[in-house]
Each structure stands twice: as C-alpha cells, then as structure tokens.
C-alpha cells in the first residue's frame, strides 16, 4: 500500500528581471506545477502580460515551423544552447531562407502540377490511336471534341441521343468497352450536356495537338522528362538547404515552444514594481532540489512554503514494474493526494481474480501468446501481420496502441495465474491430462502418489462436490478479506483526513462483516447460535449489536439501511468461482459432442472439429473478456467503495522535453554562460 507523494504548495519571490530564467529553470526541474495566484496574493499584486513579446516569440515560432514543414528532413546532431531568448530570436531571424524556400516550393508545386497534366495526357492520347490522322483535325473553331470509353450499353444511349443533333460527328473503335470521339457544334452544346446528363456518362474534352497520337505521344513524354529533371533539381535545392539549416532550425524551433510556453506561465505571475510571485505546488522529496537550483543559479530568488485549503494535485509512486496498472485505476478515478493509492493492491489482487477465473490451461497459454504479440508488435511497429486490415482498423477505434499495451501487460500475469490454476484443476482445452502425467511419474519416479491424481488428475477438481464446496470457501474468505482490509484503509484515510468520527463507522462496518459471517459459518456447521449454550455466538452476535452501534454514532442512523451491502459485497466475490464453472462446462460439452462425434464414424467427425474449433473459440472469447471485466468490477464496487474516493487530480509539473537544445541547468553543469532576461525582448 503506497500513498502518492506529499506535496507542498510553495511560493517563489524574486527579481523581475530574473523572471523568465526563473521560469526556465523551473521548466528544466520539472519538479513544480505553476498556479494561478491566491485570492490574498493577487489582491496585492498585479498582472503583467507581456503581449507583445509573447506574441513576437509566437510569430517567430510560426515561420520556422511553416520552414520546417517545407524542407525535407534532415539529421540534426548535437545539442545547442541558448542563454537568454535575446539569443534565440537573434539566431532564429539570422537563418534568412523564406524567401529561396518559397521560390522552390512554388516550383516544385508547378512542376508536379504540370507532371501531373502531362501524364493525364498521355494516358487521353493513347485512348485516340485509333485515329490515324493528325490530331490538329480535332482541333475546330466551330466545334469542340470529347472522348469517352464507355461501356456498349452506354454507347448505345449515347448513340442514341446524339442522332438528334445535325452535324455531330462521331468516330469509335472497339465493343466493349467502346472508345468514342465526338465532336460536337458549338452551337448545339446546350442539347449535348443534356443528352450527355440524361445518359448518365462522363466524356472528357480533347485539347488542341498537332501531330498524330505517336508523334503527340513522344513529344508529352519528352516534356515530361524534362519537367521531372527540373523537379529534381529542385527537390536538390531544398535537400541541400535542409543539410545546411535543419538542424539550427530543429534547435530553434524547440527552444521557441519553450520559449512560448514560459511567457504563458508568466502571464499567471503577480508583480510589483521591482519583483515577481509565483504560486505552485512541488513533490516534498524534491523541494530540496528546488531551493538548491534556484539559490545556485539565480541571485536573489527565494523559495518559500505556503499553507494552503486547496486540494493538492496527485502524483502517484507505484514502482516501475507495476506502473502499467495505473491505467486501471485511473479508468475508475485518479485518487486524491492524501489517500491511499490502490495500484499496488490492483497489481496483485487482479490476476489472481483473472486467473481463477480462466483456470484452464490452454486457454492461459493462448492469451500469454497472444498478450507477448500485442506488446511486441507495439514496442516494434511494421512488418508483415496475418490480422485483417478491418479488424486491426476494428481496434485502433477502441484503443491507442500504448493501451493496447498496457492491456496486453496486464493480461501476462494473469494468463500466468490461470495457467498454474488450470494445472490444478486438470483443464487444457476442458480436456483432461495430468493423470497421465501423474501415472508416468508414479511408475518412473516411485514417488507414490495418491491415487486421486493418478485417476482424475486434478489437485481441485472446480466440478467435483468437495471441489466445489473448497472453491466458494475460498472465494468467500476472499471477500472476507477484500471487504475487510478495504474497511480498514478506510479507517487509515479518515485519520487522515481528520473524520475521527467516521472512523468509527468504518470500524462498525468492520464488526458487522465478520459479525455477520462468524454467524453464518456458525450456521453452516450445524452450531448453536444461542449465547446462553454457546458464548462465542453470544460474542458473534455482540459484534453484530455493536457494529449497529457504531454505524448509526459515525454515519447516522439512515446508514443501519445499508446493512444488507455489507453481505453482499461478500457474497459478491463467489462470482469468481461461478465465471470459473461457466468457462468449464462449456468447454466439457464442446469436447464431449467432439469426442462423440470423432467415434461415431469419419462423416461426423468433420462436423465434431467444426463444433470444437468453433466452440473453443467462443469459450476464448468469454474466458478473456468475463474474467478481465468481473475481476476488475470486484475490485472497483466491492473493495474501492470501503476507502476509495478518487477524482483528485494529476500532477502535471510544468516541464518538456528537450532533444536539440540543452537546459539551463545543463549548460551551467558544462561551464556556459546563462543570463538573465532583459524587461523586453527586443525586436
């Protein structure tokens, strides 16, 4: 159990000239979320937004960008620095290529257009070699040409149609499909694109050409060759300006989104006439870190600790190996930062529900194998897939491949769980070998094994009666415990929030669940609950009076309403034994219609490999989803609802990352000068 980290609200007081290194300082940190000022402090300080600059680093931004996207990308090596944003402006405006980029942008874009209408000539040009005369004849002042290759049907509408008009000319080669000339008098075009709607097809118009198709043809390509030799020249152009400048521009691009970002946070500042203000909230851990950066590099800035009402943001711990469960529980509600964080418990508890819940073992194996897929497949994109283009299209809507990895991580140790339990229920497939297994070393090893495991093979048979009865013991000392260490949690967050009273109802709950079971088992075992016979009953009962008690002084007497939940939260957890029983006899009666089918002669036992793959699949299907959204249910309704609040909200330190730039704290660490910013960045 781990809470997330202690946060403290802090204030930074220091020159206003020191501001904008301050805040890039900060930004290298990245220990501290910038807030809006309190209501005391920004009654006495003011605003200062510095709109002009702000939107000079803006625009600049803009055009190294629009460059960026116009130049083909280039390698950038090496880190830069920059000192002041003096620097980075002067550095930015001195890369003087707009001008020469534009130039050839506008040529490359004229030269593809024109490649473009070359080809679709060509292409209209080998449509007409049926024509052996000069093309130019088709080139008319009282009449315009069209071609069209149309299906017979549509040659026939056409054909139709156009028998009403005097003077149209039309000349076709082919059957199906047919490729058509039409030329058309000028004074007739009206009843021709009528004609031409009404037949439901498309004609292209023939442009002026002198020379026959050959000839047209060889002279298209010729001025396509020569258009694409100057679009390579041109495409040289901007790859040698890329050599030469995409790596300052990559460096100053990113320098200026910090550059853009840190005027945002100083607009949130309060000012007086010599100084600044800032408010935020800083991980305790890390607080040293940030007075020790901020007395080194800056020389009059203090760091100062604030009380504070407000909710602090929360930044949760969860070690490294477990952090992908963190997804689970922020789906359900990110928890406050003064309560406990549930991932670790989560990271345990779920494959454990998961896994006896599947409790086959080829069914584990399958979903390991598939689980190691996904997350490699996401960790090494491309490559050849057997999955169908629509169903990898089906799951990029539901999920973003980092969800699909953390899904497929989850799903590891899981499917390891229900390995091991399959094992000990003897399923593979809702088939049954390990009394083979069991005999083999009975005979090779003399290890003398009981006889149960070498006839039925199971360590717990799910379907036995004793097997059955041990299962939903288990299952309900598991809600026992669940509810109970939930209750208790609950107690810890209400001493720490301060809810002593609370406490106390919490503590009720605690005495009513076991009050409540300690009875039943009674009962179950055939006991006697009369206290005058039997003190323990008298005890179990006193827990259930005293947990009423309880309840109704910490929450209230309308709460004694809500006794039957406790029962139920417990009683809940037998569904992992109930999805486990559902998963197994399906898979026995797939494979019993399978086995009967195989003897029953080569004719069935087609149709009995049809029923097994088939029904196999589908228990698939359900041995994956059920367990995945009931394990998780489990834990949000009967074990998150007796501690857990959430709705608290992330961290998110005001911080980026850098690849072509370096910090200032690192070009401190290499001995490079950083100073502080002028009032104004000058134009």
Do not use: C
Not at 565 to 572: A, C, Y
């Amino acid at each position: 159990m781990l809470k997330p980290a202690a946060m403290q609200r802090v204030g930074v007081v220091g020159s206003r000239g020191e501001r904008q290194h301050v805040v890039s300082l900060l930004h290298d940190l990245g220990v501290v979320q910038i807030e809006p000022l309190s209501e005391g402090a920004a009654a006495l300080l003011r605003a200062d937004a510095e709109a002009a600059a702000s939107k000079e680093v803006s625009e600049e931004l803009l055009r190294i960008r629009s460059l960026m996207s116009a130049l083909p990308r280039a390698a950038a090596t090496g880190k830069r620095g920059f000192s002041s944003t003096k620097e980075v402006m002067e550095v930015s405006k001195s890369i003087k290529i707009d001008d020469e980029v534009a130039s050839l942008k506008q040529s490359e874009e004229r030269l593809k257009s024109k490649i473009d209408e070359l080809k679709a000539r060509a292409i209209l040009v080998r449509s007409l070699d049926f024509i052996d005369a000069d093309l130019g004849v088709l080139d008319l002042e009282s009449a315009a040409s069209f071609f069209a290759s149309l299906p017979a049907d549509g040659f026939t509408r056409l054909s139709n149609g156009l028998s009403s008009i005097q003077g149209v000319m039309v000349q076709s080669a082919g059957s199906d499909p047919v490729r058509v000339v039409v030329v058309v008098p000028r004074d007739a075009f009206e009843k021709f694109g009528s004609i031409v709607q009404a037949a439901n097809i498309r004609l292209e118009r023939i442009p002026p050409m002198a020379g026959t198709a050959s000839q047209v043809l060889d002279s298209l390509e010729a001025a396509r060759s020569q258009a694409e030799s100057d679009l390579a020249k041109v495409a040289e152009g901007l790859r040698a300006l890329s050599e030469r400048y995409y790596g300052a521009l990559s460096s100053v691009e990113e320098q200026l989104h910090i550059e853009a970002r840190i005027y945002e946070v100083i607009n949130q500042f309060g000012f007086t006439e010599s100084s600044f203000v800032m408010e935020g909230w800083v991980p305790r851990k890390s607080e040293p870190a940030l007075r020790d950066a901020l007395a080194r590099h800056t020389e009059s800035t203090l760091v100062f600790d604030l009380p504070s009402d407000s909710r602090p943001p929360t930044l949760m711990e969860t070690p490294k190996r477990l952090r992908f469960f963190e997804s689970f529980v922020r789906f359900y509600s990110l928890p406050q930062s003064n309560e406990f964080d549930p991932t670790v418990i989560f990271a345990f508890t779920f494959p454990i529900f998961f896994g006896l819940m599947l409790g086959d073992v080829g069914y584990g194996l399958v979903i390991l194998g598939v689980s190691l897929w996904i997350i490699k497949r996401v960790e090494h994109p491309g490559g050849k897939t057997l999955v169908p283009a629509g169903l990898r299209s089906f799951a990029r809507n539901i999920f973003k491949p980092t969800q699909f990895r953390k899904l497929a991580m989850a799903m590891v140790p899981g499917s390891i769980m229900g390995i091991i339990f399959g094992f000990m229920f003897n399923a593979y497939f809702g088939f049954h070998f390990n009394q083979y297994l069991y005999s083999y070393l009975n005979s090779a090893l003399k290890l003398d094994l009981p006889s149960s495991l070498t006839t039925n093979g199971a360590i717990l048979d799910p379907i036995s009666s004793q097997g059955l009865k041990t299962l939903l013991l288990v299952s309900g000392y598991v809600g026992l415990f669940e509810v109970s260490l939930g209750l208790v949690m609950g107690m810890v967050n209400k001493y720490w929030e301060g809810e002593k009273r609370h406490i106390y109802g919490k503590l009720g709950w605690l005495f009513e669940a076991w009050g409540i079971v300690l009875i039943g088992l009674t009962v179950l075992h055939h006991g006697d609950i009369d206290p005058a016979s039997n003190p323990l009953a008298g005890g179990y009962i006193g827990l259930v009076v005293a947990g009423m008690a309880l309840i109704a002084y910490g929450e209230g007497g309308e709460a004694l309403i809500e006794l039957p939940s406790i029962v139920s939260h417990i009683l809940s957890y037998t569904r992992l034994v109930g999805i486990l029983l559902a998963s197994v006899a399906l898979a026995l009666v797939v494979d019993t219609l399978f086995l009967g089918d195989v003897a029953s002669g080569p004719a069935y036992a087609v149709m009995g490999v049809v029923i097994l793959v088939t029904g196999q699949l589908f228990n698939l299907v359900l041995a994956l989803f059920e367990p995945g959204i009931q394990g998780a249910r489990l834990i949000y309704v009967e074990f998150f609802s007796k501690f857990y609040h959430g709705q608290g909200r992330m961290f998110t330190p005001f911080r980026g990352r850098r690849t072509y730039t370096m910090g200032r704290l690192e070009m401190a660490a290499e001995g490079q000068a950083v100073r502080a910013e002028p009032a104004r960045v000058p134009a």
